[in-house]
């Protein structure tokens, strides 16, 4: 690495001022931050030293999001083995898995970083690591069969009407990754429902593959259908697979132990919030059990825990709700906004069939209210001072 490093050192003055290569100066640093972290030091102003720089957070939240990944690619395998009847043992397994998925992973970084070093040519500025960890992101909210060329459509608008028109990283009001699934959901409904199969192809599909739906695409279809309870009880997987995540979704949503790993290094770190998590599942269960209250058909009577356990609620409370920039930022407002969203997403999720997920429209909606929240959070502190100072200068002047 020492030899890098003095390599790197000896090319710098080129992409410097007044070097042949000044134009792409932003390029280099890019490259070179990448590979060591840059000695930069501020200089004057009023300044916190701390050891997380965004390099370091952006690492953190991609080894929490491996574990997801890295179950994802086994499921996929798994749930195509299983739709066509066959038996394979671990490593077919994963493997098909694998190369199903690095696809779409590489066709994600590839789009989303030349989009970023295009932009922070063009501005003179240096490129930021945040694509890093929305590169990853991207591929485990799309369902493993989705079209290449829908990927990079869909990380383009991202990265640029998502992100890039409102400044760039740090400065986007919507999760980059959810702008992309969302853009994906509204553009191309027929390939993003949860009522059509969602399992990689490369065999001999069944025609009768109806199995191959996600779960919410069947409790969805089962109130437009009016089945009864019983009916749609019968249809749902048992708890420990949904919990494991043996079950069709998008890519990363399935496993709720991988989710928790990743939870728990996120939290750990300091990295993600946990007041944002536990009020966005403390959510869910209260608009569950309000909606086991009413019972007015029979998605309304599944048990509130089971929402937890079905797409994406729990991949979008760990690694969505929690993104630093689009979050609410007051303590307090963590928790109204985590809770909303918990809300929102099941409320979506049970009334809407239209929107069998939820989750994806709640935390985009909560990314836009977020700013407000911490508003009104601000002023009520503001008031509250007030009052209490005076009550103070009345007790004094008595």
Do not use: C
């Not at 953190?60 to 395998?77: D, T």
């Not at 195509?80 to 696809?103: A, C, D, Q, S």
């Not at 853009?183 to 009522?195: E, Q």
């Not at 069709?248 to 939870?263: C, D, F, M, R, V």
């Amino acid at each position: 690495m020492k030899f890098l490093s003095r390599y790197i050192d000896s090319i710098k003055p080129h992409f410097s001022k007044g070097g042949k290569f000044e134009k792409l100066s932003a390029t280099f640093e890019a490259f070179e931050t990448f590979l060591f972290v840059p000695g930069k030091v501020t200089t004057r102003g009023a300044h916190i030293r701390d050891s997380l720089d965004m390099k370091r957070l952006m690492s953190i939240v991609v080894i929490a999001l491996l574990p997801a990944l890295l179950f994802g690619m086994y499921n996929a395998g798994y749930q195509h083995f299983k739709l066509i009847g066959e038996t394979r043992t671990f490593w077919p397994i994963f493997g098909f898995g694998f190369l199903k998925v690095l696809p779409i992973l590489v066709i994600s970084y590839v789009t989303g970083l030349a989009i970023e070093f295009a932009f922070a040519q063009i501005r003179g500025h240096e490129v930021n690591e945040g694509f890093l960890v929305t590169g990853m992101l991207i591929p485990l909210v799309m369902p493993v069969n989705v079209p290449l060329w829908m990927v990079v459509v869909a990380t383009a608008f991202a990265v640029i009407i998502g992100k890039e028109v409102f400044g760039g990283t740090g400065m986007n009001i919507l999760n980059p990754a959810l702008t992309a699934r969302a853009f994906l959901f509204f553009a191309y409904p027929g390939d993003m429902t949860g009522d059509r199969v969602w399992v990689a192809g490369g065999g001999a599909i069944p025609p009768d593959a109806s199995t191959g739906a996600t779960v919410l695409g069947n409790m969805a279809q089962s109130v437009i259908d009016k089945v009864g309870f019983s009916e749609l009880v019968s249809k749902l997987p048992g708890d420990l697979d949904a919990f494991l995540g043996f079950i069709p979704g998008s890519i990363g949503e399935t496993s709720k132990l991988a989710i928790l790993i990743g939870a728990f290094i996120l939290v750990y770190t300091g990295v993600g919030s946990w007041k944002i998590i536990v009020s966005t599942v403390v959510g869910g269960l209260a608009m569950g059990w309000l909606l086991n209250a009413f019972s007015a058909n029979a998605y309304m009577e599944i048990p509130a825990y089971k929402h937890l356990l079905y797409g994406g609620f729990a991949f979008g409370a760990v690694f969505m709700a929690t993104d630093p920039v689009t979050a609410s930022q007051t303590e307090t407002g963590k928790w109204i906004y985590g809770f909303l969203i918990g809300m929102l997403a099941i409320l979506i999720r049970v009334l809407n069939p239209a929107y069998p997920e939820g989750m994806m429209l709640a935390i985009l909606l909560m990314n836009v209210f977020a700013p407000l929240i911490d508003h009104y959070v601000l002023q009520a502190n503001i008031s509250k001072r007030e009052r209490r100072l005076k009550k103070a200068l009345k007790l004094n002047n008595q």
